[in-house]
């Protein structure tokens, strides 16, 4: 299977390092949203989207670029995000991007969340949240998920 990460990563940084553990893993290369146009997601088997959560949303650019997208043939598709706080299980943000993929015809076969620094106010005044976020481990949990995901699809380079 052929892979590609759309990703929008604007703060510190976070997701960008998160999607690089992903893309190794899959052999994927990793663009951001104004990089590739929608009609040419077409050639790709499997999409990963993600960026960091900001007031409980992913980022406008990337919701924009969903938003753009044509309908597409049945295709694979996974979520994620770095997040200073973590994902409530009762009300997800990965929701959020899930439901507008799959009404654009792509299977959400899985998400994936993190701890990313976060310097949003007023967490900015005293420093951000969960400096050092994503650390080794989280970066060991995002090859560990993007394993699974390579190891029920399968892909290729």
């Known amino acids: 299977m052929k892979a590609i990460i759309v990703c929008t990563s604007v703060s510190h940084g976070n997701t960008r390092k998160i999607a ?93 969340t993190t701890r990313g620094f976060d310097t949003f106010l007023p967490f900015k005044l005293v420093g951000g949240l969960r400096k050092g976020h994503p650390d080794a481990d989280d970066l060991l949990t995002a090859q560990k998920f993007a394993e699974g995901l390579a190891a029920r699809i399968g892909t290729r380079s």
Request: no cysteine.
């Open 20 to 112: 690089d553990v992903i893309g190794q893993v899959l052999r994927a290369p990793i663009v951001a949203p104004g990089q590739i146009s929608p009609a040419e997601l077409t050639g790709y088997d499997l999409v990963g989207f993600g960026s960091g959560i900001f007031t409980g949303n992913f980022h406008k650019e990337l919701r924009d670029f969903i938003e753009a997208l044509p309908q597409v043939r049945p295709t694979k598709a996974f979520v994620f995000a770095t997040s200073g706080f973590p994902e409530k299980p009762a009300k997800p943000f990965t929701g959020k991007l899930a439901k507008p993929l799959e009404q654009k015809g792509f299977e959400v076969i899985d998400t994936f």
